[in-house]
Every structure is written in C-alpha cells, then in structure tokens.
C-alpha cells in the first residue's frame, strides 16, 4: 500500500514560482517511477513530469526548462519545482506513482499517460492569473 499527499498549491500571477511537494507512505521506495499529472477542468489529464528509479527524467514539452522534479528519499517526499507559470498551467495538479515498468518503458512512457497508474494522491490546485 502507498499513500500521497499533495501539497504546495495556490494562486500566483504569470511569471511566478510554485513548489508542490508529494509526502509518500507505505513502500513508495521500490516504485519504478513517481511522477506529476494535472488535469485542468474540461481537458484530459496529461503527465507533466515523471523520475525512474534511477533518476532519468522526463518532461512533457510544455514545460520543459520551467519545470524540475525532484525527490527527497530521506524525506519521502517527491516535488515539482515550477518557474515561469503560465495561466495554461492552471489545473489541478496530481502525485502518483507506478510499481513496475516493462522493458523499453521509462519515465517518457509514464507521462505519455498510456500506462495505468498504481496510487494517486487527491491532488493540489495551481492556479496561474495573467
């Protein structure tokens, strides 16, 4: 069993920084990979970022130089270090993570969102004005 907490959300003109942050419980050390989903209202949830156990990233293209995850294993805790907001970067923001991946998966197949999910956390709002 896993458990995420998000937190770290809020409101922040253009141009601004956010840090969310993913508090984990349960054996969350052994996932392949933990990654950040946002899901704005009346679109599809689409992967942000995503971490491998080994520590190879992977970005969607949109945020690619604004955004960097980060996990702290001593703490348990998984961020997303968010610079130069956007108001397209509105949404609701998601931790999750994923036990296993197959040969040729990585952390680019896991925010492509073709793969399910282990656990989720309940999420964390971002709201960017302009």
């Known amino acids: 069993q896993a458990q995420l907490v998000e937190s770290g959300g809020g409101s922040v003109q253009a141009g601004g920084s956010l840090r969310l942050s993913c508090l984990a419980s349960?054996?969350?050390?052994?996932?392949?990979?933990m990654a950040w989903f946002r899901q704005a209202p009346g679109k599809k949830r689409e992967g942000v970022a995503a971490?491998?156990?080994?520590?190879?990233?992977a970005y969607r293209d949109s945020v690619k130089g604004r955004f960097s995850i980060t996990k702290d294993d001593a703490k348990n805790t998984l961020y997303l270090q968010m610079n130069s907001l956007k108001p397209e970067d509105s949404a609701m923001y998601y931790c999750?993570?994923?036990?296993?991946?197959?040969?040729?998966?990585?952390?680019?197949?896991?925010?492509?969102?073709?793969?399910?999910?282990?656990?989720w956390g309940k999420g964390t709002l971002v709201t960017v004005s302009s």
């Open positions: 971490r491998d156990i080994d520590g190879i990233t």
């Open positions: 999750a993570g994923i036990w296993a991946l197959n040969d040729g998966e990585d952390a680019r197949t896991v925010i492509s969102g073709t793969l399910s999910m282990d656990y």
């Open positions: 349960g054996k969350v050390a052994d996932s392949a990979s």
